[in-house]
């Protein structure tokens, strides 16, 4: 995953004219506007899809990040969705990418959202298919069991919750 979710432009992208913030008429947020040509520059959050690739004996990956926000933390593979993916196949991508690592037989294992920073992050549990080795924006794979979760020094909330959940579900609860 990299760039920050909440870059934009400070110019209209219809006429070029440099943007202001107000609240459009019938609406409640302040918005950025354009007073020349009347665009609303809506400011909506991202897609992230990434996997928790979960190999035969029980164990599952995870990466150091080797890019910031949050370099030499811990975390599962994902990214950023493209336009023409669906966020199954964009979770398997970043993985490829990532731990040059093949999946199958995705299942969701949840929706995670807040307020900031403006992501929604798409999770599945995924079967691993090949061997695994360190890939692009990773510095450092490894496969863990439950009790072997670096909790103090994982990426995201929503790393820790999807492990959370991961964990539950791998003890049947
Ligand atoms: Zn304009």
Redesign the pocket.
Known sequence: MSGHPHSFSRY?M??G?RLTTAIPEGDRKRRLV?L??G?IHYINPRPVAGTIPVRADGRFLLLRRGIQPRIGTWVFPGGYMDVGETAESAAARETLEEANLEVANLELLGVYTRPEPGVVVIVYVAEATSEASVGEETTEIGWFAPHEIPWDDLAFDSTTAALTDLVRRLAGQ
């Open positions: 209209c219809q006429c004219q354009c020349d040509c665009f």
